[in-house]
């Protein structure tokens, strides 16, 4: 049967073999002598060897102790150089940032802030993967998801952090309104829609009344600018369209307030990564910097 040896055991047993000496070992350790001794006797029960040789004057390695600290010494060195060079330690972020978007927000909104981010925190690196499919955080294994949040979070293995509130309209190109004229309600069999899954889903329209049924707003949105049909869009993704002309506001009558919560997801259990908190509170201040 394996024998479990408390880490601290031989972190103690360390300290006197280097000082041989216990009050030393204490004062290196900031313990009280009396903690050391009781150290030194349960690892030496624990093995069932002498460890020590003690004297009222000195204390010295046994031939089982010489072993030990020269099979052990190497592996406490690089564990404790492992544990102080981590990089989150450091004042400043560090490290590798894993991150998972939709495409529309990774395309439009993270360039900018990502640059920005990089150049007040060089020490942080990323890996950004761009998909609407919800991942298992936890599983894969990344910092953060940034996700539209239309229902309250049901995952505890995940906090949420609300970043704003994302906003949606239904949009058309100014060729495609002179063309066609306006719709009157949403799913006007006159006119043709193009709409995202989410859409679809939310209003519960049938199916054979959406010419272009998409899972990407990118993709919508350049359908619209080029005059296929009406369609609805998060205002982000349609400012810049909206802003140059080539798409304009389309008002519906009956239809609901659109959007949700702008959220970002990360693993709950353990302490946040200081690379981690630090983009968000980046990327809640670039949002209301309206970036």
Do not use: C, N
């Amino acid at each position: 049967m394996e024998t479990q040896i408390d880490l601290q055991l031989l972190e103690t047993f360390a300290a006197v073999a280097e000082q041989s000496s216990f009050s030393k070992a204490a004062a290196k350790l900031g313990v009280a002598k009396g903690t050391v001794s009781r150290s030194i006797a349960q690892l030496e029960a624990l093995l069932g060897v002498e460890l020590l040789h003690r004297t009222t004057h000195h204390v010295s390695l046994s031939t089982a102790g010489a072993a030990l600290h020269e099979r052990t010494r190497g592996h406490l060195t690089a564990l404790r150089s492992a544990v102080v060079d981590l990089p989150e330690r450091e004042e400043a972020p560090a490290g590798l940032l894993r991150m998972t978007a939709a495409p529309d927000f990774g395309a439009i909104v993270l360039p900018p802030v990502l640059a920005a981010f990089s150049r007040r925190f060089p020490a942080v690196r990323f890996d950004v993967r761009l998909s609407g499919h919800q991942v298992d955080l936890v599983k894969d294994g990344y910092d953060l998801a940034i996700r539209v949040a239309t229902a309250p979070l049901k995952d505890s293995t995940l906090t949420a952090r609300r970043l704003g509130r994302g906003s949606a309209a239904f949009y058309a190109s100014p060729s495609y309104v002179a063309r066609r004229g306006r719709p009157k309600q949403l799913g006007d069999e006159r006119h043709t829609w193009v709409l995202h899954h989410g859409f679809v889903r939310f209003f519960k329209l049938r199916p054979e009344t959406v010419h272009f049924s998409v899972d990407d707003f990118l993709l919508a949105r350049d359908l619209m600018r080029d005059g296929v049909g009406v369609g609805g869009l998060p205002t982000f993704v349609a400012r810049a369209f909206l802003r140059e002309g080539l798409l304009e506001e389309v008002p519906i009558g009956g239809t609901t307030t659109m959007g949700g919560d702008l959220v970002m997801l990360y693993p709950s259990s353990g302490q946040t990564p200081r690379k981690v908190t630090a983009f968000r509170d980046f990327l809640v201040e670039a949002l209301r910097a309206g970036v």
